[in-house]
């Protein structure tokens, strides 16, 4: 089966968030997302 690398850059002109906490939340909702994703088997595996 093929693999592929996705590569994520960060986009400064994006309008993410400054505060950490508000940071933390939104990186707690991206994993949960992948998380699922998992759970689905849309993803067979990240990291």
Known sequence: MAKFL???HYNPSAP???DPVEMTKF???M?????DALK??????FG
Do not use: I
């Open 6 to 8: 996705n590569v994520w």
């Open 40 to 45: 689905r088997g849309d993803l067979l595996e």
């Open 31 to 35: 994993f949960a997302a992948l998380d």
């Open 27 to 29: 990186s707690e909702m």
């Open 16 to 18: 993410w968030p400054t």
